[in-house]
């Protein structure tokens, strides 16, 4: 079993849809990082986030400490938003990483 | 400010040969990595430095794979010989502080034939 599972692997959206994308984890984290990764790009950071919530813009994430559960949210969704999304624990001494979540928005 | 950077961005090499990649953190950060991302999978963990010390190196296949950061800023990964199942993007990402904001490189893309 992954230390970090992430819900659903695959994600199609019509444009302007809701989005949410989850995250569970089963080691105890200093720091819970959402990342963002472009076919054939590099990896960009979202969110590090340790309690409560974050937003940037049209993103926002959330963490429950004590259920070990992370989401990301993407409101009004863009066809530019299409790219993998990994959630990444962070146990103080290391990274674990989800396999990411591909989501496609459709114009 | 300029971001990790990482070359070449692709190489394709047959099996048993030796390939080289580079990784230039961004300025001032004292902890790198390198990851290997195989397709479909989440990046997985080679090998850890900070400063110019391995923290952790525990899956670094060594009898095959290398990596030194001798003067504690860029950093090289050594893949010799090569094999099929080494094909993946091996990605660099430095951080101010072990646990701070990850910046990643944009990978270099290996092919192994």
């Known amino acids: 079993k992954n230390e970090v599972e992430q819900s659903p692997q695959n994600l199609t959206a019509q444009e302007g849809e809701f989005i949410t994308i989850n995250c569970s984890y089963s080691?105890?984290?200093?720091?819970l990082h959402w990342l963002q990764q472009h076919p054939g790009g590099g990896i960009v950071s979202l969110f590090m986030?340790?309690?409560g919530k974050k937003k940037h813009g049209r993103l926002i994430a959330t963490i429950n400490i004590q259920e070990k559960h992370s989401s990301l949210h993407i409101t009004a969704s863009h066809p530019r938003d299409s790219a993998v999304y990994i959630c990444?624990?962070?146990?103080?001494?290391?990274?674990?990483f989800g396999t990411g979540t591909s989501l496609t928005v459709i114009p | 400010e300029a971001g990790v950077a990482q070359s070449p961005r692709y190489k394709i090499i047959e099996k048993r040969q030796s390939v080289a990649f580079w990784c230039n953190p961004i300025?001032?950060?004292?902890?790198l990595y390198w990851y290997q991302q195989i397709l479909g999978q989440g990046p997985k963990l080679l090998i850890q430095?900070?400063?110019?010390?391995?923290?952790?190196d525990s899956q670094l296949p060594k009898d095959r794979f290398s990596a030194e950061r001798l003067k504690g800023v860029d950093s090289t990964l050594k893949i010799q010989p090569a094999k099929l199942e080494d094909s993946a993007v091996y990605l660099c990402?430095?951080?101010?502080?072990?646990?701070?904001?990850?910046?990643f490189g944009e990978g270099s893309r290996l092919t192994v034939l």
């Open positions: 080691v105890g984290i200093s720091a």
């Open positions: 986030l340790s309690s």
């Open positions: 990402a430095s951080s101010l502080e072990s646990s701070g904001e990850l910046f």
């Open positions: 430095f900070q400063n110019n010390g391995v923290v952790d």
């Open positions: 300025s001032g950060h004292a902890t």
């Open positions: 990444a624990a962070y146990t103080g001494n290391q990274f674990y």
